[in-house]
């Protein structure tokens, strides 16, 4: 069974920076890209980054563009979403998801069939 789960959300201040991590256990992670999204109240999930199987290919959404990172690590099984000079119109819940292949193709969440519960980031002010 494929697990995906995401930890490191919180309440921070506008400005601040936040870490959200992603585990996932039940498949080889070191095949597949990953992908984060966020969805945030009254609005569609959007993608956000997504970093193929091996990092050689990232793709960053139009409101992670310049300030957040996306990166991997195929030892732990775990992706990450580094976020700086967070604004309030970041507030949402971000989820992490592991993709059908090894690299993005443009697809949107149709490219993903393994999806974790989402974290909530709130950015205050």
């Known amino acids: 069974q494929v697990q995906v789960a995401e930890s490191g959300g919180g309440l921070v201040r506008a400005g601040d920076s936040l870490t959200l991590a992603c585990a996932v256990s039940?498949?080889?992670?070191?095949?597949?890209?990953m992908g984060w999204f966020r969805q945030a109240p009254g609005k569609d999930r959007e993608l956000v980054a997504a970093i193929s199987w091996n990092g050689d290919s990232i793709f960053y959404g139009d409101s992670a563009k310049g300030r957040f990172t996306v990166s991997r690590d195929n030892v732990k099984n775990t992706v990450h979403l580094q976020m700086d000079d967070l604004k309030p119109e970041d507030t949402a819940v971000y989820f992490c998801?592991?993709?059908?292949?090894?690299?993005?193709?443009?697809?949107?969440?149709?490219?993903?069939?393994?999806w974790g519960q989402g974290t909530q980031v709130t950015v205050s002010s």
């Open positions: 039940g498949r080889t992670f070191n095949v597949y890209h």
């Open positions: 998801a592991s993709g059908r292949g090894g690299y993005y193709r443009g697809g949107g969440e149709q490219e993903y069939n393994y």
